[in-house]
Each structure stands twice: as structure tokens, then as C-alpha cells.
């Protein structure tokens, strides 16, 4: 800064001169007397102050930002007072990314005294937009306010943030089972949006509220909604699931897994029984037990659940009278068929207990199949059954003799049964002895089987 005195006869006045060389010149006159008339001109160095904005705020994906921001720019000198400017406003300019950048041009480096300025701005925090997700969040300035200018610049961070208390709820479907556990292990992760790997938020432990004996609440509280660059954060929990239960998640309206419900395995018992004096204690019975799919959409995984093998959700049994199989962890609330391949074939009479339902937590089903044949049973149609099964006597549905292996032809199994030469007997009962005998007569040559 320079300061001229000059002397002579001049009027009392002060003017601002501002020229284009970098400096603000301010010339001040002072009349007394003709003869000790003094002015005084002051250069005043300039120079250009810029503050850049920047957002972290995962590039507005939320649009939270607003449109303006208000900054105030301050100055004082060593030992003065700190003061406003204000009557200038700073040029911002928008870039296409996350940063604003504020210019103050022609600002005075000293005073007019020649004393060095020093510059600090300062924010009014900006409002999130209304309406904008994620509700509750707000900007935070990183730094410290107000901001020093360090060689004519400056920085100011906005940070969206949001501190959040997540809320889940755990669910027990277990016909409050008496071995429930009294406590259960959870893991809590996070992802924020754009990334696509889960990180597990260690050290976080929720607190436990006991709703109802079959509804549980836990808390995770002031965890944080974004990360450091303003992206939200999705959340899931997991569990250390615990034994002889299954567990489902669903998730929250913002999309995080907090809801869990724990159902108890199941099992089904499956018996075969054949009875009457026509029944064949000693035959396979073939079953098939097919499980629905699971609460969650999925379907019943590959393996061997107790002592029965499923695949596709699937198992196939044999059994003979007399014997069952046990079904053991199955998920429960689940629902099964059971149907068996000789149901109502070779004049039996087939009954069944259980053959579908839901499988109970923590319950054994029990699912039965009768075949009852007797020598009453030799009226009743029969119904042929499935190619290359085993079968006893001498024909389709014979009761008496020994086993045979036979191959049923659709077809021919289609035409009536009680063919004898060219007499058809009508299938309206029981032959009388009088017929009986005169078709024997007419044919010796055929054996009519006896029962």
C-alpha cells in the first residue's frame, strides 16, 4: 500500500478512485489554511477470494440438495474487530459434479492503514429438501466453522447424514416350544447404494424387547444411514440360527432385512398296513411324499431329512405291511402329499389318515395306508395295475397263489375282465351256481378259478 501528501490550497473533499491495475486508490483532502492544505491518495491492494463447495451426498441421487446456499464472508484485522461484508456478494458458479465455487473478486488485502486483512466465511446450513428420501437426514458441515481463508481460498464439505435407530422383529412359530432358546445371536451388515459387497458393522449390539412370548423387538441404536460420501446405507441381520429351526427375513419399507421369523422342524411318520385274508403281507408298496415349497418362495434343499432321501422336494418310499419310515427336520409349516402308486389297484380297498396337510413345528405326523382285501373282494372291478409290478395267483387282481411278474398292456387292460370263450358275464354281481355250472359244462376245456 502506498500513501502520498500533498500541500497547497485544495478543497476539503474525499473520493474513491478504482482503477483496473489491482489496487483500490482512495484519495482524502483536508482544508486549513491556505498555506498547510493536505491530501492524502491510499492504494489498497485487491485480490480475489474463492470458497469451493463441496457435497457428499452420494451425487444427489436423493435429491436433497438445495438450489441456493447461503454464505457470509467475513474480516478483521490483527487486534480489531471482526466484521460482515456486506456489500458484496460472491459469483457461484455450479459444476456438473458435487462442487460450488464461490468468488468474491476485488476484495482489499490490508486497510487503508495498511494492516493485513484476514478472511473467514461461514454457512447457513442448507435444508434438505422437503419430502426427499431419506427422511430425517440433514447436511453437517465437515469443517469446522468458520472456515480461514489460507491464501485467498477456502473449503466447506456438506455431508449428508442421517442417524437412525434401526428397529427389527423376531417372530417364533414354534407351538412355544419348551426347549426355545432364551437368547439369539445376530450379525448386523451394511451396503451402501452403489456398492456391492456387504460389511459386517462389528461392535453394534441391539437391545432386546420381549413384545409377547412369541414376538420379540430389538434395537440397534444411533447407527449411522450414510456413509462417508453421503450413499445410504441398506442394512441386513442375520442370525446364528439355532437348532432345529428354521429362519425367514423380510425386509423393512426402506428395504433393510430386520425382520426374522424362527419356525421349528417338523417330522412325518409314514406306515404301511395291508389287511384281510386276501391281503399280501409280504409286497412293496411304493409312495411318494412331495413337501410344497417354503415360506420364503424357495424350494426344500437336496438330502437325506431323518431317514428318507428328498430330491426336488421330492422322496420315494417302499414299504410292506407292517413297516413305516420316519421323516425327520422338516421345515415346518410346510405342506406334504402322500400318495401311494397301489391305491385302490388288484381289488384292494385302500384307506388313508394324513395323506396331506401342513407339517406342524416341533410335531410328529403320522400318516397311514391301509389295503384291505378279502375273499368278499373277488366282485369288486378291478383296476389293473401299474406295468411290470408284482402281483399273486393267476391274473389280474387274483388273490390266492404264488407271486408272478407280469406286463400290462394299456390297452388290453382297458377291455373287460370275465371273459370265458364267447360268454360274456356282466359285471352286475355274483354269478349264480346254475350259470356257473352250465359254462362249465359248455367248456371243460377251461379251468374256472377257484376262490
Given amino acids: 500500500m502506498d500513501s502520498f501528501v500533498c500541500s497547497g490550497a485544495v478543497p476539503d473533499y474525499a473520493r474513491e478512485i478504482v482503477t483496473d491495475t489491482g489496487f483500490l486508490v482512495t484519495e482524502a483532502a483536508e482544508l486549513a489554511t491556505a498555506s498547510n492544505a493536505t491530501a492524502v491518495v491510499t492504494n489498497q491492494q485487491l485480490t480475489d477470494l474463492t470458497v469451493v463447495k463441496e457435497w457428499l451426498d452420494h451425487g444427489n441421487a436423493y435429491k436433497t440438495r438445495p438450489d441456493h446456499l447461503e454464505l457470509t464472508l467475513y474480516r478483521q484485522t490483527e487486534g480489531g474487530q471482526r466484521e460482515k461484508i456486506t456489500d458484496r456478494s460472491p459469483k457461484v458458479q455450479k459444476s456438473a459434479g458435487n462442487q460450488w465455487v464461490y468468488t468474491w473478486k476485488d476484495m482489499p488485502v490490508q486497510d487503508v492503514d495498511g494492516n493485513p486483512y484476514t478472511y473467514d466465511v461461514e454457512e447457513q446450513a442448507p435444508t434438505v429438501a422437503e419430502g426427499a428420501r431419506p427422511l430425517g437426514a440433514a447436511y453437517v458441515c465437515l469443517e469446522n466453522q468458520p472456515v480461514k481463508l489460507t491464501n485467498d481460498q477456502g473449503k ?24 426355545r432358546p432364551t437368547t439369539v445371536q445376530l450379525h448386523l451388515y451394511r451396503q451402501a447404494d452403489g456398492e456391492s459387497t456387504w460389511e459386517e458393522v462389528t461392535g453394534a449390539m441391539p437391545v432386546w424387547y420381549r413384545n409377547s412370548d412369541d414376538t420379540w423387538s430389538f434395537v440397534y441404536e444411533r447407527i449411522s444411514r450414510t456413509n462417508a460420501s ?14 432345529d429351526y428354521q429362519v425367514y427375513y423380510s425386509k423393512d419399507s426402506d428395504g433393510n432385512q430386520v425382520f426374522l421369523e424362527n419356525v421349528g422342524d417338523g417330522s412325518l411318520t409314514l406306515t404301511k398296513e395291508v389287511t384281510g385274508s386276501g391281503g399280501e403281507l409280504f409286497r412293496e408298496f411304493h409312495f411318494t411324499i412331495t413337501v410344497g415349497t417354503l415360506p420364503d418362495g ?35 409349516m410346510v405342506s406334504y402329499t402322500v400318495t401311494e402308486e397301489e391305491a385302490n389297484l388288484d381289488r384292494y380297498r385302500t384307506t388313508s389318515e394324513a395323506d396331506q396337510g401342513v407339517i406342524q413345528p416341533f410335531v410328529v405326523t403320522e400318516v397311514k395306508f391301509t389295503n384291505s382285501r378279502t375273499s368278499d373282494d373277488k366282485d369288486r372291478p378291478v383296476k389293473p ?9 393267476y391274473g389280474p387282481g387274483a388273490i390266492p397263489g404264488p407271486a408272478q411278474t407280469e406286463q400290462v398292456d394299456d390297452d388290453q387292460s382297458k377291455k373287460t375282465e370275465n371273459h370265458i370263450g364267447l360268454w360274456v358275464i356282466p359285471k352286475t354281481g355274483d354269478e349264480t351256481p346254475i350259470l356257473r355250472d352250465i359254462l362249465i359244462m359248455l367248456q371243460p376245456w377251461r379251468c374256472w378259478p377257484c376262490f
Fill in 298 to 332: 424357495s424350494k426344500l434343499p437336496d438330502g437325506v431329512y431323518g431317514g428318507v432321501s428328498f430330491r426336488d422336494g421330492k422322496a420315494a418310499i417302499t414299504l410292506k405291511s407292517g413297516e413305516s419310515i420316519r421323516a425327520d427336520h422338516l421345515p415346518g
Fill in 230 to 243: 453421503g450413499a445410504v446405507y441398506r442394512y441386513k441381520v442375520e442370525e446364528e440360527v439355532p437348532k
Fill in 156 to 179: 466447506l464439505t456438506n455431508y449428508l447424514k442421517k442417524e437412525t435407530d434401526l428397529v427389527g422383529r423376531k417372530t417364533w412359530n414354534d407351538g412355544q416350544y419348551a426347549g
Fill in 385 to 393: 395295475s401299474p406295468a411290470n409290478r408284482t402281483t399273486t395267483g
